[in-house]
Structures are given as C-alpha cells and as structure tokens.
C-alpha cells in the first residue's frame, strides 16, 4: 500500500495511459453488453490486463494472446465432456497441461511465449467453473473466448489509434544513447582511464543491452514507421552486441601491457591515436578505410619469433580493426534509421540477412515453475472436491494466473504476497461500490461516469513498473468482485463474499507452494547463471561446435545482465568471490574467433589449435561441475605451443585471428603466468595462486 500511498507524482505520459486504458475497458464492456455476452466484465478486465504504454507491445503481444486464447479454449472443449464423471482426472489433467504451457513458454523469452502461457491457465479458467454444468461447456468455451478477444481488440485499437507511443522513438533514444555510450567507453580505453570508470560503463552498457532487444522484438508491430526497417534495426543491435565483447577485449590487451610494465612502440601509439581521433570525429565509416589498412598491414608484420609484447600489440591491433569496421558500421546504420542516409551495397546486402539473438534458458527453473503451478493447482482442487465447495474453481483458477504471471521471477513470493495484499484491498472499494453505488446506476454512461474515479487513478500507476502490479491487483480485484452484466444485477452479500474469498485462498495457495517449490536465494541465483556460463562455454571449445559469435555473445551478454544485479546484492564468496562478469563473455570470443581460423590453418598447426580448445573445454568443465581449480599449466603449455606454430604461419587473416585469440585466451586465463617466450614455449610457469 506504500507505494501506492507514497507514488504521488506521475507523469503525462502515464495519465494519457490511463485514460486511454480506461476508453479500451470501457469499450470492451459495452461491446460485452451489447451482444448480451455472459460475463462482460471479463472484456474490461481483459483490456487492462494488455495495455502496454507503448503502443507497439500491446499490438505484439495480442496476436499472440488471441492465439493462447483461442488454444486453451480448445483445449478446454476437449476435456471437459470426456472427464467430466472424473473430476480427479479432470483436475489431473488441466493441471499438468498447465505445467506443460507454463515450461514452454518460459523458454521462449520473447512476445511468442504468450501462446502457451494463455494456452494453459485459458484451459483453467473454462474448465474448472463448466464442471458443474458439462453440457454448457461448448457456451462458456465461446463466451470466455469471445469476452476475453473482444478485451484483447478493444486495447489494440485504442492504443494504436487514440495518441499511441510508439515503440520506435524509445528504441532509437536508446540505441543512439548506448552508441554514444561505447564511443566514450572506447574512448576511455584507447586513453587508458581509470579501471573503475570503464568497469562501471561496460556493466551499464551490458545491462542496456538485453532492454534494447527486448524493445525490438516489438518493432514489427509498431505504430512508427520504423517497422518497415526493421532488418536494419536488427542489424544494428547485432553490431551493438559484439562491440562490448571488442571495446572490452582492447581494454584486455592494454592493460596487460601496461601492467607488465611494457612502453607501447611509436608506431602503435600513433595507430592508437589516429583511431580515438576517428571516434572522436563521428566514426564514420567512409573515412575509416585508409585506417584500416595501415592497422592491418603493420599487425601483418608481425614476426613469428615475435616476444609476448608484440604478440600482445599485434592483438591490439586486430581488436583496433574490428572495433573500427562494427563501430564505423553501427553508425552507418543508425544515420540511416534516423535520417535515411544511404547504405553502401556491401552493408545493404547484409541487413538482408537477419540474424536470430539467442538468449538465457533456464529448464531447471522452467521446470520448477511449471511443477509449482501445476501442485498449486492440484491443491487447490482437492479442497474444493474434498469440501464440496460451490465456487472452489475459483481458487483453481486463480491459482493457474497467478503462477504463470509472476514464473519469471527469481522469488515470486513478494509479488504474489503484494498482488494478493492488493486484491485484498480492493474487496471493500468493490463492495462500496457494488451495494451502495451500483444500485442508483441505470444506463452505461453514469456506469462509466462512476467507475472513472476509480479506474482512472489506479490506472496511472499501471504506468510505472514499480507500482504495476499493486494497481494491477486492485484493478482485476474490483472488477472480479463488481462482477458487471448487462442488467446490472446486484450480487448478494454471500454470493459475493463466497467468490472473493474463494480467490484469495487460490492466492494464499500459490504462495505457499511457490515459497515451498519455487523459490531460489539471489546467491543461488547468480551461481546457477554463472554455471551455465561455463558448460556453454565447455560446449563451445569441443572440436566441431558451431562458431557463431552473434549467439555465443547473446547468451553470455543475457546472462551478464541477469548477473550484475545479482552480484551486487549478495556477499561474494565461493563461486561469486572476484567474479568478472566479462570473463567468460571475452574467452567465448576468443573461442569463436579461434574456431572461425582453424580451418585455415595446416593440420599440425590445427591440432595444435583444437588440443588447446579442448583443453579450455575441459577446465570450464570442471568448473561447471562445482571443482573451482585455476586452469592447469599443462593448458598453458599447449596454448604456447599453439602460439609458436601459429605465429609462424605466413601472413593472412586467419593468423592474425588466431594469434589475437589465443593472445586473449592466454591473458584471460593465465593472468599471472610468466610472459611468452617464442623460444621455450614449454617451459612457462602456471598461474599465480
């Protein structure tokens, strides 16, 4: 109640929000009334339940939920007549379909997992009140159908038409904020800034990152003409995506040289500050050609007896040329969003081709999350077969959304303890309203005239994901409890008492089963994350694994979001105890760029290669596996053996890539070790501990 109390200032944009989530619900309920379906508040409560503040997440995601819709309603067509003598089985069923949905969709972290979401609790919310009257399943099916789509459209179409916020200008704000961001994070790297400062807005950038793909998702929905360039956008966010891994790896090389004391030559200092110019000038990359060149001519050069400075300096240079080219290319990119400037052939022919961002899946917890919501379920159902409770469905039913709601979360159980605190609050407002109010109501327009003064208020906090779900709890609660149909009838006390009452104990019900099943510390949290960090990368060191760097770094920079937090909240020990949560993102990189090179080289000089990988494979093995060793000095021999051979390649692309890589992979994971030495590459000692 706080935060509702206390979130007394708002702005525009969130009473605009109101007000036009208000004009959906009102509309869905009069279309409710109109074509004389039973339940029409399920309409109102519908059309809130989608509003977005942008425009184009509501219009994402309500093709997606009139699919859910439409499939639990099946579903629930399906069930009911064969099952219905066999209410146990019944209750058996729905619930593990439930978990099913609710599994699946929580692999799919974009707008899709709403098919299967509204798949599974629709299928609870048609089923568990038809058992009573079976033969009037094919009714109810339609009816929920019909009140819950006409919801869906109604909010769609006001938030499209009636002064929509488009998703496009967010995006773009923040996509040209976060390039402008990694232009001073290159910056200060190629200046050599504090580490405190480059640490702090890299971490900014990685968690600006996943927000900014989430945002995407929703473009080829959106309102703006933005969506008619939508391969460009994600053009760009994929060049977005592996500039941290790039800025990060520069800042890799330059400090290892710093420390161990090394004097950049002139040569390359020169070659430093030719490109902090170039950024400093626009980044443009129609300037950046001539610059290009001479960066790779001079690391071409390098010499295959070449000590571990210059290797570490032919290193740099490489990552000098990628950030120029995916630097100089994201800028290209965002002029032509912002400003239709026109996109060379080359670039063109590659924003054809959209690449697909793979993020985080987490089955065990997916796994966890279904079993909650199908036990919650489950129990929920006992006690209205055991008790011969009349409206014990609805506990059933609201037990099914509140799980699959809030699945995502860490520790579900505050949430679910504010929504249910919140719907709670919202009893005696509903029955002011319900027995003192709606008697003196006789048309729709004083109808809406008097629900206005509660709707409006509550629906600006729906604005502020702070308050979101306090104000979504007190808005379902008052319509669920209101209970409106056409004729406005008036409940009675016990009526409305019995199915209120019945809601809550869903709640208290999910509560406990989520505390009880669900629910993972913040510390267990951050370990899971960086565990899986690992076996991804163990996967991705075996010989033959796919070297795809958009995906790899997906995954990794998701993760890396997930992380931060989480790492800023717990006392760092075991597994968290000097966790950089750019370490694993630099060694993928270096794997794929690797794996990407190796097919190049001769066969010696490629077993060299894949002995070394499969030795990184097996260390973060091991790690994932709970043994947090330092990675053995037999890896650091064969990674110098790998070095020695491959330096002494003729020039080409492939050498510079793979010494650039197995430069980062030595200085990533051998920080402390003695420098390379071409002539004794066996003789190295092992990391520091």
Known sequence: MSKLLTALRFERSALLFSFNSFAAAMLALYVGFSIGLPRPYWAMMTAYIVSHPLAGAVRSKAIFRLGGTLVGSTVA??????????????????????????FVSLLDRTPRSYVLMLAGYTAAIIAFP????????FDVAVARFEEISIGIVCATVVHSLIFPRPVGGPLVGRLTSWLGSADQWALDVLHGRSAAETDRERRQLAAAETEIHLL???????TSNLREITNVVHALH???????????GLNDRLSALRADGHMLSPEVTRLIDAVAAWISDGAERDRADPLLSELKTIAAATPHDADWATLLSASLLTRLVDLVETLGDSHTLLDHVRRNKPLSAELAEQVGTHEHRSLHKDYGMAFLSAAAASLAVLLCCALWIMSGWRDGAAAAMIAAVVCCFFATM???????????????????IAAVFQFTVLP???????????LAPIFIPMGIYMAAPRTLVPAMAMITGVCNALALQETLNHQDFADFMNVNTAMFVGVLIALWVTGFMRTISVETSARRLLRHNWRDLAHHARAGAAADPIALAGRLLD???LLTPKLAAVSQSGELRGVDVLHDLRIGMNLVTLQKASPSFDAITRDLAERALAGVGEHYSQRSA????????????????????????????AKLAGLSAMVGLRGNLFPKAAAYQATAPLSMKGPST
């Open 216 to 222: 995407s998702k929703h473009l080829p929905f959106d």
């Open 130 to 137: 038809s058992v009573n009257a079976p033969d009037l399943i």
């Open 77 to 102: 067509l399906l069930l009911v007549p064969p099952l219905v003598d066999s209410p146990v089985l019944l209750c058996l069923v729905i619930a593990l379909w439930i978990g099913v949905c609710l």
């Open 410 to 428: 860490d520790d579900p159980k505050p949430t679910i303890a504010s929504f249910g605190l919140f719907n709670l609050v919202a009893l005696p």
């Open 238 to 248: 994929s060049r977005t995506l592996v500039l941290i891994p790039i800025i990060d």
């Open 626 to 653: 709970g043994r947090l060793t330092d990675a053995p000095a037999s890896l650091l021999a064969d990674i110098d053996q790998a070095l020695h051979v491959i330096a002494e390649q003729p020039p080409s692309t």
């Open 559 to 561: 993760r890396l979001t």
């Open 440 to 450: 003196r109501v006789n048309d729709f327009p004083m109808l809406v005239l008097t």
